[in-house]
Antibody, heavy 120, light 110 residues
């Protein structure tokens, strides 16, 4: 069974750093396209970042230069390192898998989300 | 990376059909057949309902269908049911090797 479990969220002051983790089971992270998607309170979904199976990474303009996506193949875990956090980064962060069974470009599996609150 | 454009809300009565539109550009919706649709109930993670414009994942009701014409994609829900009341988001792959979501549409079943 495919499972994605995020952790690492919490309350952080503006300008601070946080690292989110997404532990995967039932499949191999490094063989799939893995993304982070966020949702600010009461707002819509916003795509944040992707790491492709080949290792290439891409980011939304809103986080470029501040966030870094990575994976640890030995732990089958996805990460999002978030630096220089701003109030507008406050959101529930989901990790999501785009899989062959969804044509590679649809996010078929999602975690439960982890809340990041940036506030002084 | 501008968000795709969706109507803020749509409504229908049980048994009716409704359609939600999703407008982008030639760099996303119009350039690729990689449009997806997601259903999200309050407090829950999104659920994939349609991928690659018109394909349904296993387990999704055939009351949900998708299509595309030019830079606009559409999600149609037929035989509307009370449990269909939720927020719906479209998403597209883009020419920048990224994804973009729509602003979301709140579906109310009257």
């Amino acid at each position: 069974e495919v499972q994605l479990v995020e952790s690492g969220g919490g309350l952080i002051q503006p300008g601070g750093s946080l690292r989110l983790s997404c532990a995967a089971s039932g499949f191999t992270v490094s063989s799939n396209y893995m993304s982070w998607v966020r949702q600010a309170p009461g707002k819509g979904l916003e795509w944040v970042s992707v790491i492709y199976s080949g290792g290439s990474t891409y980011y939304a303009d809103s986080v470029k230069g501040r966030f870094t996506i990575s994976r640890d193949n030995s732990k089958n875990t996805l990460y999002l390192q978030m630096n220089s956090l701003r109030a507008e980064d406050t959101a529930v962060y989901y990790c999501a898998r785009a899989s062959p069974s969804s044509g590679w470009y649809g996010f078929e599996y999602w975690g439960q989300g982890t809340l990041v609150t940036v506030s002084s | 990376q501008s968000a795709l454009t969706q109507p803020a809300s749509v409504s229908g009565t049980p048994g009716q059909s409704i359609t939600i539109s999703c407008t982008g550009t030639s760099s996303d919706v119009g350039g690729y057949n990689y449009v997806s649709w997601y259903q999200q109930h309050p407090g829950k993670a999104p659920k994939l309902m349609i991928y690659d414009v018109g394909n349904r994942p296993s387990g999704v009701s055939n009351r949900f269908s998708g299509s595309k014409s030019g830079n606009t994609a559409s999600l149609t829900i037929s035989g509307l049911q009370a449990e269909d009341e939720a927020d719906y988001y479209c998403s597209s792959y883009t020419s920048s090797s990224t994804w973009v979501f729509g602003g979301g549409t709140k579906l109310t079943v009257l």
